[in-house]
Every structure is written in C-alpha cells, then in structure tokens.
C-alpha cells in the first residue's frame, strides 16, 4: 500500500516518445457521366419485297447505328493528393491536442467538434441491358406451321366401268416452308388484319374498350409484321464516365470525342466532335508574403481557388459551372504553440481542406 501511495504522489514526468499524427490535404477531382442513346437500324429480311407486296419503300435498307446525346452530368469528388501529406508531432511535455481526421485522412478539425464529414454514398452497378437482336426473325411471326404440303404427281391404273383407265392418285408430304411462301403468307396477314381493324372500327361499339383494346393489339401485331418489310429501329441507353482533374488554369483537356454514327470515338479521330473541358477565370484571395515570417509548426490547410468549369463541343458552350478547386490555391500553416497555448479549436470543410471557423473555447 506504501509503494503505491509513493507512486501516485510522483510527478507526471514528461513524454519523450513523439507522438505523431499524419494526414492528407484533398484536391478535387471531376467525375463526368455522358448518357446516350443509341438506335440500332435493322432492315427486314423480305425489303426487296416490299415494293412489290405493300407498294411502297422499305424505311431501312442497311444495317447501321444512329447516336444521340443525350444527358452529361459534373459531380465533383474528393480525393487524397499525395503531394500534400502532412504530420504533426509533439514531444516533451504532453498537451491534449486533438485531431479529428475522416475516413480518406483528410483533417476535419483540431480541438473542435468532430465535423460530419459527407456521407459515404452507395455504389450501384446496373448491368447494361444488351439487345442482341441483329437481325428480324419472320419465323417467330408466322401463326402456321413452318412446314407446307407438296402434292407429288403419281397415277394408278383403276378399273373403271370394266376398263382399266390411268388415274392421277397424289401422293402427300410436307416440306419446310421457303422465303416466298413466308412472304405471301405474311403479306395476307397484313390484310387480313386491316380488313378486321376496318370491321371494328364500322361496328356498333367501336368506341367500347374491348374494340379499342383489340384495336391496338391489331396495330401492334400490324407494325411487327410490317418491320419484316420495312425494317425496325431498337432503341437502348449507353452511359459511359471520365475523370478530369485540374492541374492548372486555362489547361485544355479533350474529354471524348462524339459521332451520330459511332457515339464515343477515339480522341485521335479528327472526325468526330471534341469536347474539351478546361478551368477558366481563377480566382484567389491574396496571398501573404511569408519570406518575413520564420517556419512554424503547425496543421497545414488549403485556401482554395475558385473558378469556373467550362465544357464546350466546338465554339458551343455546353456547360459553365462555377466550383471550388483546392489544389489550384495555396497552402498556410496554423501554429500549433498557438492552438495550444490559446485553447483555439478549428473546424475544416474536409472536402477541400480549406477553414471552416476559428474559435477561442472559454
């Protein structure tokens, strides 16, 4: 009991392990998702027909691809910048001193308030839906057999009134239906379905929903034999991403390149369309002439730049936003004799390592 009353009345003694924190100043990076429609032109497999049945024109008479773009979205996100990685380290008599870090690294605040840095947001990956249909398939259209009945020539010799007399006897089989006999059969469906939609519709109760319903599954099963002559468009989304981080100002970056009739080429395809995107108009406040000034120890904070993120296809603006870019600033130092002497907590935005607020704590 003596021995650990002696213990307890000895005087702290002072640390002489250093005790050392790292962490990371973020730079912003620009995450672009470009959203497209791609259609996809399918001719019909019977369009040299379709003159000669219907009396008018296939719509597609080549395979081919029509691109549209249609949606580019700008999200900003933060990420470590290993240029800029700090630490601070305290030796000799211990002081509490607390940093308050967010999952990446970054500081989030010193003797303050641990700051809710944003959310980590959900990942979700949707697999593309891929439309493999090449090509019309007429056989899935047919509503009879594939196969047709052939009547071979064949005579037998019959008595007949007591004489013997030559008499055609067929004989049957069937074979697998040809192209001509798919188009013959599908082009007297299409009237077929006309002549019904023309009965319906001078009916009694051609305005009753079950005329209206039957009127469009008529029209709907018109149209898909029709693209057998005609031709048909499919239709599907494609999304890509790229990644831009600003270096410098007025620093032009090809993103990608865009044609109507590939979509997102190569950058070296002079053909295509080129979408640059660039950092204009930075603007930062005016920075101390710190050659007066001796190296303190201290945390290291951004004072970031602002300026305006321009994307533009040709001459045509297509989007200006204006945004916060740290890594385009400078860097400053806050004692820390100051931090520690004066009891001052501080709070950062994480997402750009730049001050938040400085206070005294009572």
Partial sequence: GCLSLSVLGQKKRELSTPVSVSYMLPK?????????ERVKLIPGPFRQYAEQQLGIGPDINAAGEEWELK???????????????????????????????????FLSGVNGSQNSADAEKEVFYIVPKDNKEQKI????????????????????????EGEMRRVW???????????????????????????????LLSGVSSSGPATREALKELDALEKDYLSLFMG???????????????????????????????????????????YVIEVKNVILPPKE???????????????????????TCGNKSVITERCIIPQLGYTKIFPLDVINNEGISIDFYPRYGSLKSVKKNR
């Avoid at 990076?29 to 470009?34: G, L, R, T």
């Avoid at 509503?143 to 010799?157: A, I, Q």
Wanted: proline fraction near 5%; aromatic fraction near 8%; glycine fraction near 4%.
């Fill in 28 to 36: 912003i990076s620009f995450k672009v998702e470009v959203t497209m």
């Fill in 71 to 105: 949606d580019i979205r700008i999200i900003p996100q933060a990420l470590p910048d290993t240029k800029n990685i700090y630490s601070v380290t305290t030796t000799g008599e211990y002081a509490g001193i607390c940093l308050n870090l967010t999952p990446e690294g």
């Fill in 137 to 160: 398939d007429y056989v899935r259209f047919g509503v009879r057999s594939t196969l047709k009945e052939v009547l071979d020539s064949n005579f037998s010799m019959i008595e007949v």
């Fill in 169 to 199: 006897d067929p004989i049957e089989r069937y074979v697998l239906k040809e192209e001509k006999d798919y188009v013959k059969e599908i082009t007297d469906e299409i009237f077929n379905i006309r002549k019904k939609r023309l009965d």
């Fill in 232 to 274: 048909k468009k499919v239709k599907e989304r494609v999304k890509r991403e790229f990644v831009y981080v600003p270096q410098k100002e007025d620093e032009s970056v090809t993103l990608f390149r865009f044609s109507k009739t590939s979509g997102i080429t190569a950058k070296n395809n002079v053909s295509a369309e080129p």
């Fill in 289 to 311: 002439n710190d050659s007066a000034h001796k190296p303190v120890i201290g945390v290291t904070y951004r004072v970031p730049a602002v300026a305006d993120l321009v994307l």
